[in-house]
């Protein structure tokens, strides 16, 4: 690392729908300022209906243009850039030849659902029955987390499970070269990492890594056991062979080779998105908690050093593990829950023409005192814990001849408030943690409506950062620890800086729950909605 009074971390974030690069110089210790910026657009494919894919070159040379845009923008050269920090979306992978690098198929995302008649098979199968209720005998006997975990388990589409079984089971140009074992497997991280040292030579051998925080959420991972589950690979013929090593958030990524962007750049950190935004939002203490709204929203709890087990639906994960200055090596685990929809319903509004900007919706929402009795149900990918209905249905009741569009917007901008709170709900449950606030993050955390009424919802205060994009500037806060910039995580809480506290109305709350109780009403209307044999036969 060069031994400058100012560094400069290139952090890419490549999300569900774009690629950024934030260019932040910062001094020793100090203040971060980001200098330079830019954006690309994720070309999501949609060869099949529910089939949701990224085409892996168009995404590689996305990301190169992204970076070096963003550096031209920062008036700097490659050279001068102190180290790269990467943040993915998770759970989205392809496969590759270890000798060619060649991909077999394009990226199968998270919202992807080819495997869906796989994860309902599997579900109801006497195999999964079987194996929940060893976990819950050994459970009963041990009261360890770990089989309590196994007892509820559940398979889900937007995990790489079933998505990568099902590609092993269909793609024959992998399982003829299976037999020589030159099949890698990888979500985005993974192939990046391999490509961005690989440089321009496909055929350069290079390690394949991938950091734990992808590793974790893909459900082929224990994070209790901390390695690849042995159960998931024998029960879905997954060769071991094929999955990256696993590696901690400060291991050494090594360098973008130079023949890529004309320099090397030292990769300071690799890690998941939702795990940045923890570190964006500075989430450091057991207990703490924040919420991504973005494109779905993903609630997240800081369980500290213990991996707790969920039997409401919460998903136990690695938040992070990294190497402290003191060698002493720090994991902390998480509990999550998520909603797949939440900026999509503000897209798809604004589509339909509720209203012309987003930005605009708050002040619509709170131009009328309530909703005129309208309530809106946001399930365009089903809802997810803690109602677990795939089937359920989207939409709007309690229209009336007096509704406005302004109560629509309402409405709508409520219910997502609504199923975030339910998640908190959840996350109360779980944990048995007492919460003094909820940081939130992501594009749709600019709404003070929204913010607002989940402070009255839940009782404690809802904070803002000034940054939004959590996921970057979390991950540039890794890698500047990592490369000694900051010397530790404290030294980052002084560094985040507050936007907007919105503090919770007493005298609201009680009208709040009983909007929120006539809202989970509405919901169980529209439940197992697309299992109604009159409605498929719309299709």
């Known amino acids: 690392m060069e031994?400058?009074?100012?560094?400069?971390?290139?952090?890419?974030?490549?999300?569900?729908?774009?690629?950024?690069?934030?260019?932040?110089?910062?001094?020793?210790?100090?203040?971060?300022?980001?200098?330079?910026?830019?954006?690309?657009?994720v070309d999501l494919l949609y060869p099949v209906p529910g089939w949701v894919e990224i085409n892996p070159e168009k995404l590689w040379t996305s990301v190169l243009k992204t970076i070096e845009r963003a550096a031209e923008d920062a008036k700097l050269s490659i050279k001068q850039l102190t180290c790269l920090a990467i943040s993915t979306q998770r759970n989205s992978?392809?496969?590759?030849?270890?000798?060619?690098?060649?991909?077999?198929?394009?990226?199968i995302t998270w919202k992807d659902l080819r495997a869906d008649d796989l994860v309902k098979q599997w579900n109801g199968s006497l195999t999964l029955r079987l194996l929940k209720f060893g976990a819950s005998l050994l459970h009963f006997f041990t009261r360890s987390k770990r089989f309590l975990a196994g007892s509820v388990i559940k398979l889900m589409n937007p995990q790489v499970t079933l998505r990568l079984a099902w590609v092993l089971q269909n793609n024959t140009a992998i399982q003829e070269d299976l037999k020589s074992g030159n099949v890698l497997y990888g979500t985005i991280d993974s192939w990046l990492l391999y490509r961005l040292r690989q440089g321009t030579d496909r055929a350069r051998p290079v390690k394949h890594i991938s950091d734990v925080t992808n590793c974790t959420s893909t459900g082929l991972y224990d994070p209790f056991s901390q390695q690849w589950a042995g159960w998931a690979m024998n029960l879905f013929s997954i060769k071991k062979e094929l999955l990256p090593e696993v590696v901690d958030n400060s291991h050494d990524f090594g360098y973008v080779h130079e023949s890529l962007l004309g320099a090397k750049i030292k990769i300071g950190a690799s890690v998941s998105d939702q795990s940045a935004s923890?570190?964006?939002?500075?989430?450091?203490?057991?207990?703490?908690?924040?919420?991504?709204?973005?494109?779905?929203?993903f609630l997240n709890v800081n369980t500290g050093p213990k991996c707790l087990a969920s039997v409401h639906g919460l998903y136990p994960l690695i938040g992070h593990k990294v190497q402290e200055a003191s060698s002493i090596t720090d994991i902390t685990y998480l509990m999550e829950g998520s909603s797949n929809d939440t900026g999509s319903i503000i897209e798809w509004a604004l589509n339909v023409g509720l209203f012309e900007d987003p930005a605009d919706s708050a002040g619509m929402a709170e131009s009328v005192p309530h909703t005129d009795g309208v309530l809106f149900v946001p399930a365009f990918s089903g809802l997810g814990p803690p109602i677990h209905d795939d089937t359920a249905g989207s939409g709007f009741i309690g229209i009336k001849p007096s509704t406005r569009k302004e109560h629509l917007v309402r409405a709508l901008l409520e219910s997502l408030a609504f199923r975030v709170a339910l998640l908190y709900d959840c996350a109360l449950k779980e944990t048995g943690f007492s919460f003094v606030s909820i940081k939130v993050d992501g594009g749709v955390s600019k709404n003070d409506f929204i913010c607002q009424t989940l402070a009255d919802l839940t009782g404690v205060q809802v904070e803002r950062g000034e940054v939004t994009d959590s996921s970057a500037l979390g991950a540039m806060f890794m890698a500047g620890l990592n490369c000694g910039i900051w010397s530790s995580k404290q030294q980052l809480l002084q560094v985040r800086k507050v936007e907007k506290t919105f503090y919770p109305n007493a005298k609201a709350r009680d009208k709040r729950l009983r909007q929120m109780r006539a809202w989970e009403r509405a919901v169980e209307r529209f439940k197992k909605w697309y299992m109604l044999e009159d409605i498929k036969n719309l299709d």
Not at 96 to 105: I, L, P, S
Not at 281 to 296: L, N, S
Request: some cysteine; hydrophobic content about 30%; glycine content about 10%.
């Open 278 to 297: 923890l570190w964006g939002t500075c989430c450091f203490q057991r207990g703490d908690v924040k919420i991504t709204m973005g494109t779905g929203s």
């Open 3 to 41: 031994n400058t009074a100012v560094h400069h971390i290139a952090s890419l974030d490549i999300g569900t729908t774009t690629i950024r690069c934030f260019i932040y110089a910062a001094e020793k210790n100090g203040q971060p300022v980001t200098v330079g910026t830019a954006y690309d657009h």
């Open 93 to 107: 992978f392809t496969c590759w030849h270890r000798q060619t690098g060649e991909t077999y198929h394009n990226f």
